[in-house]
């Protein structure tokens, strides 16, 4: 089992910058792939990138790309998105999510059996 909790989520206007956290415990955290998923409403789940249990390998949506950077301190067990030039079609909850053995096919929400519970972000324009 992983247990996960976001934070860093809130108001932010168009251009500014947000840093969004993700504690992670119940395994050994470097074993853990992980990912950044956002869901705006009414829309499907999105993944916004992803990285391996080293941190070696990142990936990231093209929506997002050059503005967004995930990172991880695994002696924290803490995986952190770092948001830039936020646009207001970034507004949506943002969730972690983790996946053990098989993170570089993990690339869709259902790959995914850990997640936490979300935290906001609106970026008003």
């Known amino acids: 089992q992983v247990q996960l909790a976001e934070s860093g989520g809130g108001l932010v206007q168009a251009g500014g910058s947000l840093r969004l956290s993700c504690a992670a415990s119940g395994r050994t955290f470097s074993s853990i792939g992980m990912g950044w998923f956002r869901q705006a409403p009414g829309k499907e789940r999105d993944i916004v990138g992803r990285i391996s249990g080293s941190g070696g390998i990142t990936a990231y949506a093209d929506s997002v790309k050059g503005r967004f950077t995930i990172s991880r301190d695994n002696a924290k067990n803490t995986v952190y998105l770092q948001m830039n030039n936020l646009k207001s079609e970034d507004t949506a909850v943002y969730y972690c999510?983790?996946?053990?053995?098989?993170?570089?096919?993990?690339?869709?929400?259902?790959?995914?059996?850990?997640w936490g519970q979300g935290t906001r972000v609106t970026v008003s324009s």
């Open positions: 999510a983790a996946v053990t053995g098989s993170w570089p096919l993990a690339t869709m929400p259902r790959d995914y059996p850990y």
